[in-house]
């Protein structure tokens, strides 16, 4: 990944990730596609050039102060997601291509970012291809890492393979509780029993722990709901 600095901006890229920046900042694309529009982000498919690419703005931590404070250390959520997915690819999983990621600064912190990535053509992750994406979940578990957010969206499935998007992808700091904690999550959002060990200790364990979370969740509720 390399960078440039133009005045109060960052500019992470590789590959055409420079032109893009240009073309971006003079406004020489065509959204073909808004795909998420509010307060927590801004993604839209691009047409630059009459290739198409996705354009990221997480605008809910540029927003944060707290996120402003933390992107003194650790730089932003869209630096972050590019480091993430070039870590992916480099791991041999499926995913986008980075090819860019701006940071804008107002003196150490970042203020405002955006990332862009090659658009991946596929179907999206549904119950139709569950077998294919937990068969790619339990690959990641093989190796060591989480994706981090085992919804069954944050998928999508080619004609060959299965793509990781989305992704927090992380080391599995957890052992088996971080594997089944993410299979537990899978079979959630695709509301149908999937095919894992549910009478191991761990599976009962990790039961347990959601339930509590889940009354955690609605005990804070009741409670700012009294105030």
């Not at 029993?193 to 347990?208: E, G, L, R």
């Not at 959601?210 to 005990?219: E, I, Q, S």
Request: glycine share 8%; net charge positive.
């Amino acid at each position: 990944m390399e960078r440039i600095n133009e005045g109060n901006t960052r500019i992470y890229f590789e590959g055409i990730g420079y032109t893009l920046y240009k073309k971006i900042k003079n406004k020489e694309y065509k959204v073909i596609k808004v795909l998420k529009d509010d307060q927590r982000s801004y993604v839209a498919l691009l047409d630059i050039d009459g290739n198409f690419y996705v354009y990221k703005e997480p605008r809910e931590k540029n927003r944060r102060k707290w996120q402003r404070f933390l992107s003194i250390f650790r730089g932003s959520e869209s630096r972050r997601e590019f480091e993430n997915i070039k870590k992916i690819n480099l791991l041999g999983f499926n995913t986008a291509k980075p090819y860019l990621a701006i940071e804008v600064r107002n003196g150490l912190a970042c203020v405002d970012s955006y990332f862009v990535s090659s658009y991946i053509e596929g179907q999206d992750g549904s119950v139709l291809y569950i077998d294919r994406i937990l068969k790619e979940l339990k690959n990641i578990h093989s190796l060591g890492y989480l994706h981090g957010d085992s919804h069954v969206a944050n998928f999508m499935v080619g004609n060959s393979c299965v793509y990781i998007i989305d992704t927090k992808f992380m080391k599995n700091k957890y052992g088996k509780f971080g594997e089944v904690f993410e299979l537990i999550y899978l079979e959630e959002s695709c509301g149908i029993d999937i095919d894992y060990d549910k009478s191991s200790v761990y599976y009962k364990i990790a039961m347990i722990f959601k339930r509590y979370l889940l009354w955690l969740g609605d005990f804070k509720k009741k409670i700012r709901g009294k105030k």
